[in-house]
């Protein structure tokens, strides 16, 4: 699987949108981005995954470049319960092998 | 509904005491998976279920045993526990192979909250 590389954290304003990277530049043609956050001491949470084109559901916005060597998870206003760990994973889709790699994530801390 | 539900939340041990992690899911998911989360670290998994009966090695499975015995169950066992396996443990289900897609659409992971070990 392609590897992925975070910020370890990031600072954002409530009320403004909160742009997080995440550099995937060896991702190959059938892998695609996911993204999923973990408020503290709970469960990680799904948010959002795309292939190549950009996606949004009621919670955030994928932006993936054309040539899909990043992406960038957008929260449109975010708000203080956004203050989470978030997590960019590449994963192919398919075969019979586990393949989704939780790595560090970056820390997202949403400032009053 | 309630989703996954992890027992216990806590619990603390003695070095050499064995214990047993419970994982549900009411949501008829056929893949279940243990993670732990250590400080400073991202989840590691642990072992894996393809279905009912069925359990596979994931990255740190020395030291645990599991049994899928129904398919909306997933335990996690300790044999003789050290300090080493200090960590918040964390069950997840998906309806297919995490990071796989169905004619449903992608195999999200549904966590559970949580089980914190601690080994002394």
């Known amino acids: 699987d392609a590897k992925t590389t975070q910020p370890p954290s990031m600072d954002c304003a409530e009320g403004r949108a909160a742009n997080l990277p995440c550099n995937h530049s060896t991702i190959s043609g059938n892998e695609y981005v996911y993204w999923y956050r973990q408020i503290h001491s709970q469960g990680p949470q799904y948010i959002i995954h795309g292939l190549k084109n950009n996606e949004t559901n009621e919670m955030a916005s994928l932006i993936i470049t054309e040539d899909r060597k990043s992406s960038t998870l957008i929260l449109p206003h975010a708000t203080l319960r956004d203050t989470a760990v978030y997590y960019c994973i590449v994963s192919r889709s398919g075969g019979s092998n586990y393949k989704l790699t939780f790595g560090k994530g970056t820390l997202l801390t949403v400032n009053p | 509904n309630a989703g996954v539900t992890q027992t216990p939340k806590f619990r603390v041990l003695k070095t050499g005491q064995s214990m047993t992690l419970l994982c549900a899911q009411d949501?008829?998911?056929?893949?279940m998976y243990w993670y732990r989360q250590d400080p400073g670290m991202g989840l590691r998994l642990i072992h894996y279920s393809v279905g009912e009966g069925t359990t596979a090695k994931g990255e740190v499975p020395d030291g645990y045993n599991v049994s899928r015995l129904k398919k909306q169950n997933f335990l996690l066992g300790l044999e003789s526990a050290a300090p080493s396996q200090t960590s918040v443990y964390f069950c997840a289900s998906s309806s297919g192979l995490a990071g796989g897609f169905t004619s449903s659409g992608a195999n999200v992971l549904t966590f559970g909250a949580g089980s914190r070990l601690t080994v002394l």
């Open positions: 949501m008829n998911h056929e893949y």
